[in-house]
């Protein structure tokens, strides 16, 4: 079993030192180099031609919608777009790439020099990225028989190509140190800014559960003042939650292995999301294990300067600022912002409140009841069976006083089991409050009847008793009675 240190003292002893490489898949309609669909989902290898399968004579043509997408990423995280930039090839033997490399850029990106502002407890860390660039992405290898899911063990191995092919941006941070025990918190934000970034752009849905964004966390120790340690890469980490536990993790690990005396070996590991451990994986290549070289069947590419200008000028809003500007129109103090934000709930309660509800009402059920039931299901807030449009109903009939918070929890039982919309369920559980006179007084007499000593008590003008009557008929209706109504009777029977 692997031993751990304490986090709070492994970062008193050693300081963390950061670097995210993340993959983001575009939202063409082809593939990078080839005319082959992208649709997510599809029947296994229905979406491949031979071009994508490296048949003997095809040849590749770039695909200018995703260099045009790569160009407005990196405008929008700061950097330079390169003047001229090609492909190169990546050199390595692996079944979910068919040609034996991967069309990658190597020593000229698309785009470099480049930097991420994110806050993380009141104090803002900068974030720099070396380069954006674009390359194709591989095919999904599946090993089936094995009791882990990877090669060793497996009876038999399975590639899909739909997936090699399809255009991948990769964006590099230089190494970040200086960011101590918040770590796993820069590491999450930076990821969750970088997502906001793109998602704004419209070129990527960055869907971190379908793999459109995907996250290798590069971590490494060493004692305050020394050289930084030997870095090990955690890959394809595919949530924000998991991005902040690889590296807590990571943290314990070496310090404990440090701590004793030994080596820290650079390789790749792979993150366990059962667990929230990294395992062993294979030892670190270095660039030159790949033997890059320029991809002599694809032209040189230089974007032209009013190219690039013209990209730049239809940039949207950037999410901090977008963000500054929806916690005005909020009315949310620094803190509650903070909560939507560390709850990655923006895009929630906005397209809430678009859908025609009150801001303190899409924050009340995203940052209450929604977000106790993801944190208790390990899943992220978006990943919930229940859209903003249906949140904005929800609250609209409790608005209404057709729903109240109580009866309004069970309806989102049944939109999240799929049983439809919240009016539906209401309709179909019988969960609608009762506001029916007729239908509540006999509830209330019978609560009268069964408490007479508090109904003296109503009698004699304590109107602050009639709060035990109130929950008898609460009780007596499964909560279902609206609680104005049931008091008005009550006073107009008792006073």
């Avoid at 849905?205 to 890469?233: F, H, I, K, Y």
């Avoid at 890959?235 to 993790?249: F, G, P, T």
């Avoid at 408490?451 to 009780?475: C, E, Q, S």
Wanted: charged fraction near 25%; include cysteine.
């Amino acid at each position: 079993m692997t031993k751990l240190n304490d986090y709070d003292k492994a970062v008193e002893t050693y300081e963390p030192v950061l670097g995210l490489e993340t993959h983001i898949e575009l939202d063409t309609n082809t593939k990078m180099f080839c005319g082959c669909s992208t649709t997510f989902g599809a029947e296994p290898n229905t979406q491949t031609c031979p071009v994508c399968l490296a048949l003997p004579g095809a040849l590749p043509v770039a695909n200018k919608a995703a260099i045009e997408a790569t160009i407005k990423i990196g405008l929008a995280l700061n950097c330079h777009i390169a003047e001229w930039t090609r492909f190169a090839r990546k050199n390595y033997f692996y079944p979910d790439m068919p040609k034996n490399f991967q069309t990658s850029q190597y020593e000229e990106p698309l785009c470099e020099n480049g930097y991420v502002d994110v806050v993380v407890e009141g104090k803002e860390y900068r974030i720099e990225i070396e380069r954006v660039h674009l390359e194709e992405d591989t095919g999904k290898t599946l090993h089936v028989g094995g009791a882990t899911g990877r090669i060793h063990g497996a009876t038999e191995s399975l590639v899909d190509y739909n997936r090699a092919g399809i255009p991948l941006v990769e964006i590099v941070t230089r190494p970040v140190p200086g960011t101590g025990a918040l770590a796993p918190e820069v590491a999450r934000a930076y990821t969750a800014e970088l997502r906001d970034i793109v998602r704004s752009l419209g070129v990527s849905d960055v869907r971190m559960e379908q793999g459109s964004l995907r996250c290798d966390v590069n971590l490494s120790l060493n004692l305050p003042g020394a050289e930084w340690g030997t870095r090990t890469e955690t890959k394809n980490v595919n949530s924000l939650r998991s991005v902040e536990r690889a590296v807590r993790y990571e943290v314990r690990r070496q310090s404990a292995l440090l701590d004793a005396g030994e080596r820290i070996f650079q390789e790749t590991r792979h993150f366990q999301e059962t667990t929230g451990e990294t395992r062993a994986g294979r030892s670190k290549e270095e660039a030159t294990d790949y033997r890059y070289f320029p991809e002599p069947d694809l032209a040189v590419m230089e974007p032209s300067r009013e190219w690039v200008e013209q990209l730049r000028s239809e940039l949207p809003e950037p999410p901090r600022k977008r963000r500054e500007r929806l916690q005005a129109e909020w009315s949310l103090g620094d803190k509650e912002m903070q909560s939507v934000v560390n709850a990655d709930a923006i895009e929630l309660i906005d397209a809430t409140v678009a859908a025609g509800t009150t801001p303190s009402g899409a924050v009340k059920w995203w940052l209450g009841e929604l977000s106790r039931r993801a944190n208790e299901s390990g899943e992220e807030l978006a990943a919930l069976a229940i859209t903003p449009a249906q949140v904005a109903q929800l609250q609209g009939m409790v608005d209404d006083g057709r729903l109240n918070d109580k009866l309004a929890r069970q309806v989102i039982d049944g939109v999240i089991a799929g049983e439809g919309d919240p009016a539906d369920v209401a309709a179909k559980r019988g969960l609608e409050v009762v506001s029916d006179t007729g239908a509540l007084e006999t509830a209330v007499e019978e609560a009268i009847a069964a408490n007479p000593a508090v109904a003296d008590k109503i009698r004699g003008g304590t109107h602050a008793a009639a709060g035990v009557l109130i929950g008898a008929v609460m009780k007596a209706t499964k909560g279902q009675a609206d609680a104005g109504t049931v008091r008005q009777i009550i006073l107009d029977k008792l006073s």
